[in-house]
Structure formats: structure tokens, C-alpha cells
């Protein structure tokens, strides 16, 4: 059978189906969204619950508890976690990747409403939830800034106009605004309200009876109606000072009297800055949006860009848009580099196919049969939903080297037997029905090889699909154009040999081929010589590969350098948000006088307001170091600050963390029914890890000593002035917690009315002997006659961990330590030594890196199986299947040798390189044994003969492919492009190892093993 003689025979067909395929390549291209990563959709939950004033324990006990218990009983979920802080609790719901984010926010609204009973009476709103996908990162990031503009105004006006402006561009799914809305302050002296016999209570009263928006219906008239309507709202702080308190005999008590009412924001307590070293520190409102799932990046940035450029005739004098994070940069980035190393791997691969054939147009054959392999492969991704990503691009990147070894194989079989006297014709005809089951083994082979990483689960499998499916399309499309165009084209442009007529490169060619073969030969003799002796390297093959494969270190997804750093700032509990404004000033002055940095985004009390963030924008890779020396360098500099740690860590392309606030890369979760036991553990395992140098920027989120004030109430004494419990609480509730008590319904939006004390009434704990309290009988009575009061220390934040009291050590990894080695050192320190009832694990990024790696671990197995199976079929052989896999483990002890050499780490991206190794390799393998079976059956040789002849043919098309697929992984292993090729240095390192070592074992090793199974199979035989 001879699948090419159709398309031989038949040019114009053949050349219309390649313009077909390079038509709608193009065209697929064109069309497919541009990413950073593939869509991987997490399904993940955000519930929040606000309750002003409320204490951590508060929450934790009376929110947090009765709706993680309903939550739990929801099919499906797999991480529960809760965060409690002073007048707020998050909880974050991870469920499976099966899970649909529909079906989760339908169970969740259900358990949401189920729990209500079981909640404070008093919560001011029932708790929301949002839909949220951790691993979709926002594409872009805006500082709006405007000094003739109030920040109140200013997030109104970024919020609702330019928020609104931007959500209903295409392929946008959510605008957010960070910052805080405007709200109006009703200040009051506690001494000049005892002093009018006024509690704070009536002055509640007063702001909410005169600030109303009711209903206030229609007059009917016979021929006209009129709708009634009454200013009953206030919206302006200046309104609320003239509202009257007491009228005493014509005299009108008003707020102004005992107090002040200004416009201020919603949170007053956190800092929001855009400093760069241009022009200082400039507050500031933070606009993020995020795309939909599968949308183009690029496209959606350009849509967003295009309304600006619309909107801006429009805009305030003096407002400025300053784009602080765009994704699109770095995706252009990428793909421009990855483009890059495409084209150098291409003319690498054109060099060697050009010296090994020595001539131009024999060159050009498998040359053309590249591009068309590699937009073929757009249509079947576009068709399947794929994106243009780092990732797709690296796949087809790496196969430009064997892309063209099936081509090299057939064009060079067809150019022997033009050398041997045939004419073009006869030569690829022949050539290609020769070749044309060996190709197709091949190209099943590699194929195999990646089915298991196709089928891999979890995050990553979801995240390397579509690299392994991009491989996997791109080799069958090489298959394909390899059995009908390249046979074709070398039916027409192949030309016969003149010996006397050869060209210079010919003969070098020529040359060069001869003498490697005549290396080759004796070195092939004296192997089949000595079989005990090459039996003996294969074995130590295989043991050396599996203890290189413990020995070398693991690692995850190592961060790629996008030119943007995200930092955790944390100081001592019971720290003021003011002085934690001070310590960000500090820091940023730090940060922004760094050559390699050129703006930050500064957010103090971010959380808790013993917290805060950092984002901090680097310079072009081109005009500063490597993002770790320029973060190692900030870190030695950041520690100089007393009163403030400073965390700082790469922004992840992917964000696997648990929880809201990321304190570093990695997490350690310890968690216990016993909070005492777990709160005195903690800390022991946080200074442990704090001194060991595995370990870097090591933190907490156990928040445990922060100042309270207790406050015991004398209830015979309460009693006996006719005070409440209640009435006690609603005065702090009123003075301290920041609730809002009435509410301004403008034009735009809704605000709060909040009443509060004076400032210097909330600055220490002496201000009890300055507050009163309306009793029953409405006298007032001096709280610290009915209270007592104790100052302790206690929880500022409260966490859970699928509904268990749990604390979280979050860490980055020292200088040249890998994740695997931090993980192993975590049990080390962990086992035997905790506390009963308290367990650890890892969780998040880390906790992805334990699972994957696990199960990678049987993903060699599987291929190997895979492999054979396919062999074994096309072989219709048990025997066969194992001379060909003889080549994988000096492979792999290549791959993994070369990674121990230049110290990198089996990552997510060296471990598929070396499973693309496997199916490289194999083709070695198949093209020798292949020939010798053939010989075996056809012309009656001995095993010897048909081997030895095998291994002298095919050694020029075997080292054409190897070296061809060399070239392809050389840009990848030199880091060719910018910051982010880095890190996958390792990918292109193990290719070109395991290939350097598996060619010169291989070429030994396989013809060994053949002669050996075939005498041994020849004994059998004779036997029966």
C-alpha cells in the first residue's frame, strides 16, 4: 500500500490542499483570542458580611460558624475558608473544576438564605456574594487621580462614569473601583452632650428623622394630577449641623452646637497613594477590570482604549488616567519573544538540513512542509476553543524541530534512491511507500507520549492540555504533509546525481556524512560485539535516571518575570492606621528611589489597619536586572525600617493561593478544634522556618495581640440607673463602630450618614469617663459608673479553615532553593512534632506542586505503557516494542543529567520536556528496526545483517532529526527574548541533554537489544 502515490501522481490536488490548509490557518490565527495563559475557570464563591463595630470573635462566632456549617453540606466543594476581622468576615468557597460556577452561586444563595435566621438581628445588609475566578487575573490597572476633585467625588465619578463606560466593552466582565465611597460624618463632643443633658442616642434619632425619602404620593384633580415632593433629604454634611436637637424655651439646640457634620468617605481609615519618584505620593482611586473567560485580551484592551480616547474630551479639568498594570504588554511581549525564537529555530533547522543534504533545493522541500504544519494546526485549535498563549506558542515553538523529521525522513529516502540510479519519480514513489509505515509510527509514537498529559486532571492538567493537544495536532499535520507534499514536491524538484557535477556544499555535505558514519561503523561493530557490556550501560541507564529523578530538585511553575512586583506590608497588632500611613510613606520612599522602579501603588490598612499592599510597577526589562536581584536588592534595603516587615513577591500569572489577601507565594495551613493549643504552636513553627535559609519573607496571619479594651458591665448598678445591656452597646455603637445610621439616595448613588465622636474622643481608652448613657427614665448616666474596665489583649483577625480554626504561614523560597525542597523540609519540621489535634498542610500553589507531582510521577509509567501498546500493535509484536523503548532511559538520564549540571529544577515546564524527549527519541528506534524487520522479512537476512544494514542507511536521517530537533530547543535553552524566557531555559535544556546523551546510547544500544531478541526468538523457534 502506498498512501502518497495518489498525491505524487496528482500535483495540483496536493498543492490546492496545502493552500486550503495555509488558507484557513492564517484565518484561524486571525481569529483566535490572545491570552497569557489558557482559560482555566476555578469555581469560586466570595461571600461577605459587613457588620460595623462588631469584634473578630463576633464574627467568627455569630456570622462566620452558622453559614461555613451550611456551606459544608454543599456537593462538590473542596475548600472552605473564612476570615474574620473587626466589622467584616469573607469567606471564600473553592469548588471542584467539574463544578459550574452557576450550580455553586445557585447552592450558595440557597444555604445564604437557609442561615439568615440563625444571624444577628441587626445586620445592617444581608451577606452577598460574588462569583470570582482566582486564576483570571485583571487584565488592566488604573491610578485616577484629580487634585481639584475630592477622593469621594473622585471614586463616584471612576466608579459609576468611567466604570460604566468601560463594562460594556466587549469581552469586559467586571469593572472595580478601590476606594471608598463618599459618606457624610456627624462628629459630636461627649462632654457637650452630657453638659445639654443629650445622649448620643437622640442625636441618632435626630439625623434619621431629618434625613427621610418616602413615599409622599399624588393629588387627583379633575383635569390635572400633581406628584407631591418633599426635600426631606439632606445630602450635603452642611445640611445635618443645622438639624435641632431640643428646642429649651425658643432656644434650638443643633448639631453644630455639640458637634460638626462634614463630607468625608466611607472608610477614612486607609490610604490609597500612587507614588512615583516624579511626583511624590498622590492619593488616589485604583480601577481594575478583568475579561471574560475566552475573550481576547488584546482586543478587550484596545476596546477599553478606544473609549478612552473617546471619553477624554469629557473628562474633568485636571483628572489623569495612569495605566499602572497592563496585561496586554506583557502577553505582546511573550508572543513577540516566542516569535522570535520560532524564526531562530527555523533557520537552525534550514542550517542543518542544508549541511546534511548539500543542496538548496532539496532544503527547500522539508522547509515548505514547516509552515504548513504549523498553521495547520490553528484551525483544529480555533475549532476546539484554544487561545494564543505563552503556552500554545512554546508547543509549537518546540516542535519546529521534529515538525520536519518526518519530511527529513521521506525526502531523504527518496534522495537515496536517486543516488542509487532511479529517476525522481520512481524514487519518491518507491522512498515513500517505503517509509510511509514508519512515519506513521513515528508520528503515532510521539503522539502517545503526550496522550497521558492530555488526560492529566486537575489545575495543571487543565493549564498543559492545550500545550500537549497543540503538539499533538502540529505532529499529525507534519504526518500528513509529510506522506503527500513533501513526496510530491521531491517527485518534481529532487534532481538525479552527477558525480562529476557535484557542488561544493555537496561534497561537503558528502564529506561530513561519510566521516560520521565512518566513526560510526566500528563503533557499532564493537557494540554488537559486546552486548553483556552495552546490556550493562542500559542498566545503569535506568538506575542512574531514577536517582537523578529524586536527587534533582522540583519545582513548580517558577514565576515569570511580567515586570511587576506585589507586596504585603505588616506591623506590630494595635497599630493605628495612622502610623501605618507613616510606614508606607517610609517604604515607598525606599521603593520609588530604586533606579529599576518606576511607579507604586501604596494602600495602608488594607484588611486590618495593622496591614497593607504594595503594587509596584518595574522599569522595561531592557532598562533594569532580573526581577529577583532587583526584588533581593529592595527586600535587604526594606529591612532597615523598624515597626514594619515588608513582604514582596512576583506577581503570579496564575493565583492559586487560598484565601483573599496573598502574603507571599507559598502556604502552610495549620489547623485545630483547639484555637488556644494552635495559637501557641504557630508561632514556634513561624521563628523555626524564620531561621532556616530554605525559607524566605516568612509571615503569618495569626493576628492574636491586639489591644482591647473589656468592658465588664455592673449589672445591679445598671439596674438601679434603669440602663440596659442594650442601650450600653447601641452608645458604642453609635460612637465607635462607624455604622451607618441613615442613608442619602442622590442621583448617582447611595450613601451613608454615619454619626461617630470627635476625633480626640476615639484616641485612647480615658474617653469611658467622658461618655453617658440615656437611661429608661432618659437621664443620663456616666458609663463608668456601670462598667469596668480591663485592658487585654486578643484576636484582631480570626481564620478557618473548612469550618476548623486554622492558622496560615505564607513564604517565598530562598536564594536557589526549589519548591520541592521547602515542602520536604516542612514535613521534616512538622512530623512528630505538633501538638495533638493540630494538622498541617500545605496549601494553595504549594499544595497544587505536592498533588501534580504525584501524580506526574506515574505519567512516565503510563506513557510507557501507552507507547508500548501502540508498538506493540504496529508491530504485531511483544518482542519489538522493547528494542524500540530501549531508547528512553538514556533519554531521560540525559534530560535529567543536563538539568543537575546547570542547576535547574524539574518544573512543570523541564517535566514536559522531558515527556516530549520520549517521543523524540523513539523515532531512533523505530527507523532502525523498522528497516531490519523489513530486510528480515523481504530479503531473508540474519538479525545481525538486517541491523547492522538498518543502523549504516538510516544513520544520516536519524542524526539530521536529532540534531534538527536540537536546533529547535536551542533559542528555548539560551533564553533567547526577554524577561520572561528565563524561565524556561529548563524546557529547552533537557531537550537538548537528553538528546546529546540518548543519540550516541541509543545508536548502541537499540541494535544490541534487536540481535539479542532476535537470536533469542530464532532459539524458540527451533525449539518447538
Known amino acids: 500500500m502506498n498512501l502518497s502515490k495518489g498525491f505524487i501522481e496528482r500535483p495540483v490536488m496536493t498543492t490546492l490542499v496545502m493552500v486550503f490548509i495555509l488558507f484557513f490557518g492564517l484565518f484561524a490565527y486571525r481569529a483566535m483570542p490572545i491570552s497569557d495563559l489558557p482559560s482555566v475557570d476555578f469555581p469560586t464563591i466570595q461571600v461577605s458580611v459587613n457588620y460595623p463595630g462588631a469584634s473578630p470573635d463576633t464574627m467568627a462566632n455569630s456570622i462566620a460558624t452558622p453559614l ?77 487621580m484629580c487634585p481639584t476633585m475630592t477622593l469621594g467625588s473622585l471614586y463616584d465619578y471612576a466608579n459609576t462614569f468611567l466604570g460604566e463606560h468601560l463594562s460594556m466593552v466587549d469581552g469586559v466582565s467586571q469593572v472595580s473601583a478601590y476606594g471608598s465611597a463618599y459618606a457624610v460624618r456627624v462628629q459630636v463632643d461627649p462632654q457637650k452632650l452630657a453638659a445639654k443633658n443629650i445622649g448620643i442616642d437622640q442625636v441618632v434619632r435626630t439625623v434619621q428623622a431629618g434625613n427621610v425619602d418616602i413615599s409622599t404620593g399624588t393629588l387627583y384633580g379633575k383635569k390635572e394630577d ?15 449641623n443645622d438639624l435641632v436637637l431640643k428646642n429649651q424655651d425658643g432656644t434650638l439646640l443643633k448639631i453644630r452646637d455639640i458637634g460638626n457634620a462634614l463630607d468625608s468617605l466611607q472608610d477614612d481609615k486607609y490610604f490609597m497613594n500612587y507614588v512615583t519618584p516624579e511626583d511624590g505620593s498622590t492619593p488616589a482611586i485604583i480601577l481594575s477590570v478583568q475579561k471574560m473567560a475566552g475573550s481576547n485580551t488584546i482586543q478587550v484592551i484596545n476596546g477599553i482604549d478606544k473609549v478612552l480616547n473617546e471619553l477624554s474630551p469629557q473628562l474633568p479639568a485636571g483628572l489623569k488616567i495612569t495605566r499602572v498594570y497592563d496585561q496586554s504588554e506583557t502577553i505582546l511581549e511573550s508572543i513577540s519573544e516566542l516569535k522570535m525564537t520560532l524564526f531562530i529555530a527555523f533557520l537552525l533547522v534550514i542550517a542543518i538540513i542544508y549541511l546534511s543534504l548539500g543542496k538548496a533545493v532539496n532544503t527547500l522541500i522539508p522547509v515548505l512542509a514547516l509552515p504548513i504544519a504549523v498553521l495547520g494546526t490553528f484551525p483544529v485549535m480555533y475549532l476546539a476553543g484554544f487561545t494564543i498563549d505563552i503556552l500554545s506558542m512554546l508547543a509549537i515553538t518546540l516542535s519546529i524541530g521534529f515538525l520536519v523529521d518526518d519530511a527529513i525522513v521521506v525526502l531523504e529516502n527518496s534522495v537515496r534512491h536517486v543516488q542509487l540510479g532511479q529517476t525522481p519519480r520512481e524514487a519518491a514513489i518507491l522512498g515513500a511507500k517505503e517509509i510511509s509505515i514508519t512515519v506513521m509510527t513515528i508520528t503515532l509514537c510521539l503522539v ?96 542512574l535516571s531514577l536517582l537523578l529523578f529524586v536527587v534533582v530538585p522540583k519545582d513548580f511553575l517558577p514565576p515569570d518575570d511580567v515586570g511587576f512586583l506585589q507586596g504585603f506590608t505588616l506591623s506590630r497588632d494595635g497599630t493605628s492606621p495612622f502610623l501605618m500611613n507613616d510606614y508606607h510613606e517610609r517604604v515607598c520612599k525606599i521603593l520609588t528611589d530604586d533606579p529599576a522602579i518606576e511607579a507604586v501603588i501604596s494602600v495602608a490598612s488594607y484588611t486590618n489597619p495593622n496591614e497593607g499592599l504594595l503594587f509596584v510597577r518595574m522599569k522595561p526589562f531592557k532598562d533594569r536586572p532580573n526581577m529577583n536581584v532587583v526584588k533581593k536588592e529592595l527586600t535587604q534595603k526594606l529591612r532597615d525600617i523598624v515597626g514594619i516587615n515588608v513582604y514582596l513577591s512576583p506577581l503570579p500569572l496564575i493565583n492559586l493561593s487560598i484565601g483573599t489577601t496573598t502574603q507571599a507565594l507559598y502556604q502552610y495551613s495549620l489547623t485545630s478544634l483547639d484555637r488556644t493549643s494552635l495559637y501557641q504552636f504557630a508561632p514556634t513553627l513561624l521563628q523555626e522556618m524564620s531561621a532556616d535559609p530554605l525559607f524566605a519573607q516568612v509571615s503569618s496571619d495569626l493576628r492574636d495581640k491586639q489591644p482591647q479594651w473589656d468592658l465588664h458591665i455592673l449589672r445591679d448598678r445598671a439596674s438601679y440607673y434603669n440602663v440596659t445591656a442594650d442601650q450600653i452597646e447601641n452608645v458604642f455603637n453609635y460612637a465607635y463602630s462607624t455604622n451607618k445610621v441613615s442613608q442619602i439616595n442622590a442621583v448617582i448613588n447611595q450613601y451613608d450618614v454615619i454619626v461617630e465622636t470627635l476625633p480626640q474622643f476615639y484616641r485612647d481608652p480615658s474617653v469611658l469617663s467622658k461618655l453617658y448613657v440615656s437611661s429608661l427614665n432618659n437621664s443620663l448616666v456616666p458609663l463608668a459608673e456601670i462598667l469596668e474596665t480591663k485592658e487585654s489583649a486578643g484576636p484582631l483577625t480570626i481564620n478557618h479553615l473548612n469550618g476548623i480554626s486554622a492558622v496560615t504561614l505564607s513564604f517565598n523560597l530562598g536564594d536557589g532553593v526549589s519548591l520541592g525542597e521547602a515542602v520536604a523540609k516542612l514535613e521534616q519540621m512538622t ?23 504525584k501524580s ?45 549540571i546547570f542547576r535547574e529544577t524539574i518544573s512543570i515546564y523541564s517535566f514536559v520536556g522531558l515527556i516530549m524527549l520520549m517521543g523524540i527519541v523513539l523515532k531512533n528506534g523505530i527507523m532502525m528496526v523498522d528497516f531490519a524487520v523489513e530486510r528480515r522479512e523481504k530479503e531473508g537476512k540474519s538479525g545481525y545483517d538486517a541491523i547492522y544494514e538498518a543502523c549504516c542507511i538510516r544513520f544520516r536521517p536519524i542524526l539530521m532529526t536529532t540534531v534538527a530537533a536540537m536546533m529547535g530547543a536551542v533559542p528555548i535553552a539560551l533564553g533567547i527574548g526577554g524577561a520572561m524566557a528565563q524561565n524556561r531555559k529548563g524546557l529547552g535544556l533537557a531537550v537538548i541533554g537528553g538528546l546529546l546523551i540518548s543519540q550516541t546510547l541509543t545508536l548502541l544500544l537499540t541494535p544490541v537489544l534487536y540481535h539479542l531478541f532476535e537470536e533469542l526468538q530464532e532459539k524458540l523457534t527451533k525449539k518447538k
Not at 859 to 876: D, K, N, Q, S, T
Open 448 to 543: 502517545s507520549a503526550f496522550i497521558p498529559l492530555i488526560f492529566m486532571t486537575g489545575i495543571i492538567g487543565r493549564l498543559f492540555r492545550e500545550f500537549a493537544m497543540t503538539i499533538t495536532i502540529a505532529v499529525l499535520v507534519s504526518g500528513f504533509v509529510s506522506l503527500t507534499l513533501t513526496p510530491m514536491l521531491a517527485s518534481r524538484w529532487v534532481k538525479s546525481y552527477d558525480v562529476n557535477r557535484k557542488t561544493r556544499m555537496e561534497r561537503l555535505s558528502e564529506n561530513l556524512n561519510e566521516k560520521l558514519l565512518g566513526i560510526y561503523e566500528p563503533c557499532l561493530k564493537w557494540a554488537l560485539a559486546h552486548p553483556i557490556t552495552m546490556l550493562s550501560f542500559g542498566f545503569c541507564s535506568v538506575v
Open 856 to 900: 506526574l510521577i506515574f505519567l512516565f509509567p503510563l506513557a510507557f505503557f501507552v507507547i508500548y501498546i501502540v508498538l506493540g500493535i504496529l508491530y504485531e509484536s511483544f518482542i519489538h516494542p522493547l528494542t524500540v523503548m530501549s531508547a528512553l532511559p538514556p533519554t531521560l538520564l540525559g534530560g535529567l543529567f543536563t538539568l543537575l
Open 226 to 240: 400633581f406628584t407631591i415632593d418633599v426635600d426631606g433629604q439632606i445630602f450635603e454634611a452642611a445640611g445635618y
Open 831 to 853: 512530623k512528630g512534632q505538633m501538638p495533638p489535634g493540630i494538622l498541617g498542610h500545605v496549601q494553595g500553589t504549594a499544595d497544587v506542586f505536592s498533588t501534580s507531582f
Open 68 to 144: 461555613e456549617q451550611n456551606f459544608m453540606t454543599i456537593d462538590g466543594l473542596q475548600i472552605l475558608f473564612s476570615t474574620s476581622n473587626t466589622g467584616s468576615c469573607t469567606i471564600v468557597l473553592q469548588f471542584g473544576l467539574d463544578k459550574d460556577i452557576n450550580a455553586a452561586a445557585t447552592d450558595v444563595e440557597s444555604k445564604i438564605s437557609a442561615t439568615l435566621p440563625q444571624l444577628p438581628k441587626n445586620l445592617p445588609n444581608n451577606p452577598t456574594y460574588q462569583k470570582v475566578n482566582p486564576t483570571a487575573t485583571p487584565v488592566l490597572y488604573f491610578a485616577i
